[in-house]
Structures are given as structure tokens and as C-alpha cells.
């Protein structure tokens, strides 16, 4: 499985990426925090070789 991608080595640089990703997008954006999801999250995937799992979770509820 490793030599198509798919070791643990690899999956978690993939899995690194994209956490430093949800930490910028994070650090960005006030009202919203972001989490990958699916496959990406999981590292299972290459950058531009699925769609994005992603959940935007608001930071604060607009009727509180």
C-alpha cells in the first residue's frame, strides 16, 4: 500500500496539511471555524484528487 500512496507515513503528512489548512482558514475568518472531513481529514486523498469534505461551524449562534 505504500508504494501507491496509501502508507501510514504518507497519510499523515497528508493529514498534517491539511490541519495547517483548517488552522489558517481558521485564524482568517471570525465568525466561522473550519473542519476537513471525509477522506481529506483522514489523508486518504491527494490535494486536487477529491472533492473537500468541509464544515463550517458558526462561532457564535446569530439568534443567541
Not at 489548512?21 to 481529514?41: E, H, P, Q, Y
Request: proline content about 3%.
Amino acid at each position: 500500500m505504500t508504494l501507491l500512496g496509501y502508507g501510514d507515513g504518507i497519510r499523515r503528512g497528508r493529514f498534517e496539511k491539511n490541519r495547517t489548512w483548517d488552522i489558517l482558514i481558521n485564524a482568517r475568518f471570525v465568525a466561522v471555524t473550519s473542519i476537513t472531513a471525509g477522506s481529506k481529514a483522514e489523508g486518504l486523498t491527494c490535494f486536487k484528487e477529491s472533492d473537500y469534505d468541509r464544515l463550517f461551524v458558526p462561532k457564535k449562534c446569530p439568534l443567541c
